[in-house]
């Protein structure tokens, strides 16, 4: 099981301002997922990323896959007081479907 | 998407009582489930996973005695943390996969006094 680590650990920006949180780890990812959990809720996932270098848009929200698959990013355009919450990396395991969590971003938006 | 969800969101017990959480896949089956713990501000860490008819896998450092898992059902597993201590107290979450994809439940606040 991979170390995967995410930064920042807290992010607080005001309304209308972007962000960006990074998942990194020393082994290649075989895919990456990333899910975002509200306070007293299960994680919901978000995106799945698999091939290197690829970029996929859900709404304001950009995840990038590094070219080397070590590597990933989330980027929210325009944050909105609704895009608070803890936004975990997870790789999956390709055999027997175990997540691996990276510690997590919490996500505070002011309004 | 497909629903998983768990029973009760919360609850409060005495120490050295045991709770029993139940994890149900309402629109389709699972052979697999997981089960997780979650402290606050932290990530989820994987406890065990539950196998329909089989037995149940633990991660290292849990204590299978301890935190019971059964799966009699394809949609329904359940943990029982027995004689709970203030130390259990946790959020407790479990995930069902269908498709390779995992669902989550809600979660549950076990909260031990």
């Known amino acids: 099981t991979q170390l995967l680590e995410q930064s920042p650990q807290f992010l607080s920006i005001q309304e209308g301002e972007n962000l960006t949180v990074y998942c990194n780890s020393s082994?290649?990812?075989?895919?990456l997922q990333w899910y975002r959990q509200e306070p007293g809720e299960g994680p919901v996932l978000l995106v799945t990323v698999v091939t290197g270098g690829e970029v996929k848009k859900l709404k304001r929200l950009t995840f990038q896959f590094g070219d080397a698959r070590k590597d990933s990013s989330l980027h929210i355009t325009a944050a909105q007081t609704g895009d608070t919450g803890l936004y975990l990396c997870a790789e999956q395991s390709t055999n027997d479907y175990k997540l691996s969590f990276g510690a997590g971003t919490t996500v505070t938006v002011r309004a | 998407g497909a629903v998983v969800s768990q029973h009760p969101s919360w609850v409060i017990c005495k120490s050295g009582t045991s709770v029993k959480i139940e994890c149900r896949s309402l629109?389709?089956?699972?052979?697999?489930m997981f089960w997780y713990r979650q402290f606050p501000k932290q990530s989820l860490m994987l406890m065990a996973t539950?196998?329909?008819?089989?037995?149940?896998?633990?991660e290292q450092g849990v204590e299978k005695d301890k935190f019971l898992i059964n799966h009699a059902s394809l949609t329904l597993s359940t943990l029982t943390v027995t004689s709970a201590h203030p130390e259990d107290s946790s959020f407790y979450i479990c995930?069902?996969?269908?498709?390779?994809?995992?669902?989550f439940g809600q979660g549950t606040r076990l909260t031990v006094v």
């Open positions: 629109d389709f089956q699972a052979t697999t």
């Open positions: 082994s290649v990812f075989s895919s």
């Open positions: 539950s196998n329909e008819g089989s037995k149940a896998t633990y």
């Open positions: 995930s069902a996969e269908r498709n390779t994809e995992a669902f």
